[in-house]
Each structure stands twice: as structure tokens, then as C-alpha cells.
């Protein structure tokens, strides 16, 4: 089968997965929120399709490399939309348990679509093309997220379940479209998927810089809602800034191919920097118009910190879809431990607290690995 035009296709199928995604994410917090959910609950229910996504992103991928990228897709799609409406059932029954349990589920079936789908983005790509080709991933999916993010609200507002009826509906129409589109099947055999046998140091640190970004933008689109609500921020108001959070991301994945002229250390240690010592500002900040700003920055840095990871994990995975895993591990790990974290402090502390743990994370992973890694490539080159 031709791969022409197969990251095209793999770019509209993100924009309509990601759509739904985003009108989820949103959805499910504010839900727990109206049921009358403590903080520390708020961070878990909505961290829960998360929780699911980071375990199986390494447990579906020896599955995806077997099976094919194309069967990954519609497998996963397909019984993400089940969850779906399984969680749109929780919302008519009013049952948090079930909310959190769906929303995990649906979490472990994303994990067959995502790195199926990223992996995709870079077939038929020209090596010296493949940054311009994830820029228009990375437009792709996070246009849709903003998009859902910034409706979800507005739509809850007049009805708790349109969102969730939006969301199934939409998966459901990326499953059929990943069935009837022509996309290569990709599979690769055990032993004989041909990563590169060291992976450079650097790629760890981004993948560790993608998790403190995950960790920060996820603890933040869980917990405004909760911290808004006190603050006297209407659904549709909440809605909107994070609307921009996200518009944030798509302006750096707009000027990544031509600001990032290389991928390097300096990139990689100071955007995780700038991104924690941004979010710190979250947990001071009550104005809306400031919060505004703030969260269209930390937009903007943590789109040029999922450049960098996602970069560095395709270009030295081989034909197996082992780095997208590593990438989207970090997006569900940094995404379950920065609401959970995130919504225990909360519970018995000040929001100053809450979002200073990116910067505790960022301290951690510079000094267990960052250092150590530049302080052996330095030795390496000498």
C-alpha cells in the first residue's frame, strides 16, 4: 500500500480524537465537581483516563507492533467510543464511581489509538521534512483539544451531558473513518523492529521534560475548574481560559520548525524550567485576565516542550512505535500524578502549593538525570 498522504490522514483522524478528548477532559472534573467531589477526588476521577493510558501505552505496544498501526487504530477508537457513553451513562445516573471507572477504560483504549496514530504522522516522511510534518501533527491534535477544551464548558453549562454525548459521537465517527481510509498496517516482528540500540541521553530528558509538562498543563485543566468554582468562575468562563492554554500550545507548534534551529540541552533544561516557574503563578493569580496571560505562556512553552520529546522519540525509535509510546507514557503519567498530587495538596493546603510541585518535579528529574547525562556526553565528546 502507497504511504503518500498517510500522515495527512493520520493528522485529521488527531483533530476529531483530540476534539472529543478535549471536550472530556473538561467534562469530567467539572462533573465531579457539580456532584459535590473534594479536591483530592476532583484530581482523581479526572486523572483516571489517564491512569489507564500511561500503563498501557507500554502494555498495548508489543500489541500495536503485532497487529498492525491501521488494526491498533480502530481497535482502540472503536471501544473508546464504548467508554464514551458508558460515561455519559454515569452522568445521567449521577454515579461518580462509574464516571471514574469509564473514564479510566477509555484511557486504556487510547493507548492503542495515540502512538498508533503519532507513529503514523511520520510515514512517507523525508527525514530533512519530518519536523514540518509534526508541526502539522502537533497542529492537528491540538487544535482539536483547544477547540473541545474551550466548548466543553459552554455546552455544560446548558446541559451536563452534551459533552459527552459530542464525545461519543465523535469517536465513533474517527473509528469508521480508520476503517474506511486507506492507511498502511504497519506491523513489526519481535526482535525485528530496529530501534536505535542506545538511545542518546537526550531523548530521556525530553521525554522526562514531556512528563513535567503533562504533570503541569493536566494538573491545571483538572483543578481550575474546582479552584474557579470558588473563585466565582462560571463553566463557560473556566472553559475559555483554558481555551487558551491550548491556543498557547498551537502558536509554538506554528513557530517550533523555525525557532528551534537545533535540538539541544538549552532547549530540552530551559523550557522545563520556564514552563514550572510559569505555573507556580496559577496558584497566586485570581484575576481572569491575568490568569489569561499566564496560561496562554504556559501554553506557548509547553507546545515547544512536546516539539522537542516528540522529535527525539520518533527519530530514534526504528520502525516500532517504542519512542511514541515513551512520548505518551510521559503525557499519561505527568497527567495522572499532577492531578492526584495536585488535588491532595490542594485538599489540605494552598494553591501556592498546589502548582509549585512542577518545579519540585523539574529540580528532581535535572538532578537525577539531566546532570549526570550532560556530564557524561561531555565526556564522551572529549
Known amino acids: 500500500m502507497s504511504e503518500k498522504g498517510t500522515w495527512k490522514k493520520a493528522c485529521g483522524l488527531a483533530v476529531a480524537m483530540d476534539f472529543g478528548g478535549g471536550l472530556l477532559s473538561v467534562a469530567v472534573p467539572m462533573t465531579a465537581v457539580r456532584l459535590q467531589a473534594d479536591a483530592q477526588w476532583v484530581g482523581i476521577i479526572g486523572s483516571a483516563a489517564l491512569a489507564g493510558y500511561t500503563v498501557f501505552c507500554f502494555l498495548a505496544q508489543p500489541l500495536t507492533d503485532r497487529w498492525g498501526r491501521r488494526t491498533s487504530m480502530i481497535v482502540g477508537s472503536s471501544l473508546v467510543t464504548l467508554f464514551c457513553g458508558l460515561m455519559t451513562l454515569a452522568v445521567a445516573l449521577e454515579s461518580l464511581w462509574l464516571l471514574g471507572v469509564a473514564n479510566f477504560l477509555a484511557g486504556v483504549f487510547y493507548a492503542f489509538f495515540w502512538p498508533a496514530t503519532q507513529a503514523m504522522s511520520g510515514v512517507g ?55 474506511f481510509l486507506s492507511l498502511p498496517n504497519v506491523k513489526v516482528e519481535a526482535g525485528n523492529d530496529d530501534p536505535a540500540t542506545q538511545i542518546p541521553p537526550i531523548v530521556t530528558a525530553a521525554q522526562l521534560g514531556n512528563f513535567v509538562r503533562s504533570f503541569a498543563v493536566i494538573e491545571i485543566v483538572v483543578l481550575l475548574p474546582k479552584l474557579g468554582k470558588e473563585w466565582g468562575w462560571t463553566e463557560g468562563q473556566i472553559s475559555g481560559l483554558l481555551f487558551l492554554l491550548f491556543a498557547g500550545q498551537i502558536f509554538a507548534f506554528i513557530v517550533a520548525p523555525f525557532v528551534i534551529r537545533k535540538v539541544n540541552w538549552g532547549w530540552v533544561l530551559g523550557t522545563k524550567g520556564v514552563l514550572s516557574g510559569l505555573t507556580l503563578l496559577v496558584g497566586i493569580v485570581t484575576t481572569k485576565w491575568l490568569m489569561a496571560l499566564i496560561l496562554s505562556a504556559i501554553g506557548v512553552v509547553a507546545g ?69 547525562a550532560m556530564k557524561f556526553e561531555s565526556k564522551v565528546r572529549s
Open 304 to 372: 515547544l516542550m512536546a516539539v522537542l520529546s516528540l522529535y527525539l522519540s520518533i527519530t530514534t525509535q526504528g520502525q516500532s512505535v517504542k519512542g511514541s509510546s515513551r512520548h505518551e507514557a510521559g503525557v499519561g503519567a505527568g497527567g495522572v500524578f499532577g492531578p492526584v498530587l495536585g488535588g491532595m495538596v490542594l485538599q489540605h493546603s494552598l494553591p501556592l502549593l498546589t502548582f509549585a510541585l512542577p518545579i519540585g518535579l523539574t529540580i528532581l528529574t535535572v538532578a537525577l538525570w539531566d546532570w549526570k
Open 125 to 179: 516522511v523525508p527525514y530533512d521534512k519530518l519536523l514540518f510534518a509534526l508541526q502539522a501533527y502537533n497542529l492537528s491534535w491540538s487544535s482539536g483539544r483547544m477547540i473541545g477544551t474551550g466548548l466543553s464548558g459552554v455546552l455544560f453549562e446548558h446541559n451536563p451531558l452534551a459533552p459527552f454525548l459530542l464525545g461519543t459521537f465523535v469517536s465513533g465517527l474517527v473509528a469508521l473513518a480508520a476503517s
